[in-house]
């Protein structure tokens, strides 16, 4: 069974930084993707930003320019830097990942941790 530890979540002011973590444990995983969602009171789980194997990324509008997904893969671990941070960053931030196995592809989901942008 795969396992997602997340974490760096916290409480920062306005235009602050934080950095969350993420490391999925097993060995040998065949990781097709790493990432980032988050979940605000009263929306819907929406992705913040992800990177694929090769190195891709893929960032939410919202977040361009203020947030940076990287990864190691020696350690299976995805980070999400966040900077410039605002009130509307506030949410419970969910670490994801694909995994590919010999016939099946299968989404874990991390426990949360919870980020809150206030003065």
């Known amino acids: 069974q795969v396992r997602l530890v997340e974490s760096g979540g916290g409480l920062v002011q306005p235009g602050g930084s934080l950095e969350l973590s993420c490391a999925a444990s097993g060995s040998s995983l065949n990781i097709i993707d790493m990432g980032w969602y988050r979940e605000a009171p009263g929306k819907e789980r929406e992705l913040v930003a992800m990177?694929?194997?090769?190195?891709?990324?893929n960032y939410a509008d919202s977040v361009k320019g203020r947030f940076t997904v990287s990864r190691d893969n020696a350690k299976n671990t995805v980070y999400l830097q966040m900077n410039s941070l605002k009130p509307d960053d506030t949410a419970v931030y969910y670490c994801?990942?694909?995994?590919?196995?010999?016939?099946?592809?299968?989404?874990?989901w991390g426990q949360g941790t919870q980020v809150t942008v206030s003065s």
């Open positions: 994801h990942t694909q995994i590919q196995w010999e016939y099946y592809r299968t989404s874990y």
């Open positions: 990177i694929v194997t090769g190195g891709g990324t």
